[in-house]
Structures are given as C-alpha cells and as structure tokens.
C-alpha cells in the first residue's frame, strides 16, 4: 500500500472510530446561519502580511442526532483579501453534507498594485524566481514588476475528524489562475502559494495536520505537525519553444502547528478568537534548501482568527434565556 492510500485509509478508519462514538460533542446545526470567518497573518521565508474574510449564508440541509450527520449545510457567501502587495474579492459555494467533510467553490477577482516587487512574471517555467532574482529585477527595465488584473478559481476540500484528543485534518485545493501577463512571460509567481504559476493553469496544494487537542481552563491547545505540499502542472504553453520538458518546481514543508483557543461557544456573533503559530522546514524547494535561502531558515507564520454568526442571539439575550429555563425549572419542582 502507497505513502498515499495509506494516509487516506487513515482518514476513513478516524471517521469510521468518531461515527462509532456514543456521546453528542457537536452543537446542532442552525437551520439558517450568516456564518463569518476573519484571519490576519504574518509570515517569513517567503515575507507576507494579509487579512482574509469570508462569509456566507448556509442552509441545513437535514437534522440528525448523530455527530457525522449533525454539521451540515449548503451555503453561498463572498470572499475578500488584501495585503499591501495586492488586493482579490469573489463569491463561493459550499456544501457540507456531513459533519468531516466540505466541499467549495470560489471564484476571485484579483488585482496587483505594483508595490513591493511584485507581480513578477518570466517568459518560462524554469524562469529562477527565487527571493533574490525577483529582488534584482526591480531596477531592470523590461522586467520590473508592474500592475496588473486577473481571476482566480479554487476548488476545495477539507476532511477532518476527532478521535478523543487525536485530531486528524487533511485540507486539498485545485487553483487556476488567468492573469494579464506582459507581452511574452507564461508563467508568474505567486507569493501567497510561493509558486511559479502557470497562467490559464492548474496547481494542487495540499495541508496534512495531526493534532492534540488539550483543555486548559477555558481555553483550548491544539498542538502537533502539519505537513504541506503544493504541485505546479505545466505544459508547452507555459514553456519556451526550445524546451522539451519543465523543472519541477514541487514544494514539501514540514513542521509544528500550534494554536490556542481562547474561547468557545456553541453559536456566537463572536466565536473561538484564535492564536495560530506555524513553523515548518522546506524539505523540497527550487530556492529554500540552499541554492538561494538557506535550508535552516524555517517558513515561520503567525494569525489571529476568529469566526461567528450574525444571526446568533446576543450573550445578554443568551444569559436571559438561560435564566428563564432555570427559573421555570425551578418553579416545576416547587410544584410538585
């Protein structure tokens, strides 16, 4: 049995233990939610600064009581990022038909504003895009970066489960990019994927977590590795016609995760605010084991997230419900 059908088994034999588990964990899901996720984040090796938001309004699809059926939705929402580098905004679809797997589509509007050396576009794929070249080619005239617009689609999956304190998370994406290149260039690179991007082409990117999830007062630890790859598919249009076949330009990054819960509610306009720290060592990159940067030097990123639910009912509106069961509770047993 392959590396990969191995990790896959793994998946299946996780969502197979958590189905079989007795006791309810999860929260029933709402039969309509205005669900918002916001992430800001910072990263070395490559350099980057964002702020991400998404949201978007889900239907349930059906109830059930068990844990594997319970979360599950279809949904249609926006999708918004901006950096000081450049800025994209688009519209998504989501289904969620069980509680360990969700499914999206979402497609983006993307524009570069010139500024910190990118856009960066190369008439090949074997172009060197390493930090360096991209550096240098700001004070070459015919090579600078410049601004430019372009769309972005992106096809998703995310499969997690929990077993215990073991939780297991496998997130895929499929991305096409179509970009209005300078007269000549094929290819771009991408500083949020940190990949040669072939344009009106295809990557696939790939994030492995194994987590330990810890409570600690009211905050909750996850902490373990995560493993990430990302693969470029090129063909003859994203080469030069002298060129029989493209470098590989795959990338293998490897290292700890770890994020700190600070709050958890059932369903909150407010929700799980967020502190994420992730440092992985690349085991496979044209520029990051040594030919440009040194191998020792770590992808280091650090985020704040936080999610909620514009249609959840205020914490005051919650604590008075709250009460009001208990008071009526209360005055059934005096009753009796």
């Known amino acids: 049995m392959g590396g990969k059908t191995r990790a896959f088994a793994l998946f299946f034999v996780l969502g197979f233990a958590s189905q079989a588990q007795a006791q309810a964990q999860l929260p029933p899901q709402p039969a309509v939610s205005i669900y918002y996720q916001n992430l800001t984040g910072a990263r070395i090796n490559p350099l980057g600064l964002v702020n991400y938001f998404r949201a978007s309004a889900r239907f349930r699809l059906f109830e059930s ?69 991209i550096q240098s080619r700001a004070n070459d005239p ?72 810890f409570d600690i007062s009211s905050r909750t630890l996850a902490a373990g590795i995560r493993w990430s790859y990302a ?24 290292g700890p995760l770890l994020a700190l819960t600070l709050r958890t509610d059932a369903r909150a306009r407010f929700n799980k605010p967020t502190l994420i720290l992730l440092a992985q060592w690349h085991i496979r990159h044209r520029w990051r084991t040594g030919e440009d940067v040194s191998q020792a030097l770590p992808y280091v990123g650090i985020a704040f997230r936080f999610e909620g639910d514009f249609l959840a009912p205020s914490r005051e509106a919650q604590a008075a419900e709250e009460a009001a069961a208990e008071e009526a509770a209360a005055e059934e047993v005096a009753g009796e």
Not at 103 to 132: I, R
Not at 231 to 254: G, K
């Open 231 to 254: 693969q470029a598919f090129y063909n003859d249009d994203h080469r030069l016609p002298t060129e029989e076949d493209s470098p590989n330009n795959r990338i293998h990054r490897v």
């Open 65 to 133: 009581n068990s844990d594997i059926l319970k979360l599950n939705y279809v949904g249609i929402g926006v999708v918004a990022a901006t950096s000081p580098a450049w800025g994209r905004a688009g519209f998504l679809v989501e289904v969620q038909p069980l509680s360990i797997l969700q499914l999206y589509a979402q497609y983006e509007m993307f524009g570069y504003y010139g500024t910190f050396n990118l856009f960066a576009s190369f008439p090949t794929a074997s172009a060197d895009y390493s930090d360096s070249e």
């Open 142 to 213: 015919g090579t600078e970066n410049y601004t430019t617009l372009g769309s972005m689609l992106t096809l998703g999956a995310t499969l997690q489960m929990k077993v215990g304190p073991l939780a297991v998370r496998n997130i895929f994406r499929a991305i096409r990019s179509d970009f209005d290149l300078r007269n000549g260039d094929r290819v771009f690179y991408d500083q949020i994927y940190d990949m040669l991007m072939p344009d009106s082409g295809w990557i696939v990117l790939n994030d492995v977590d194994v987590l330990g999830l």
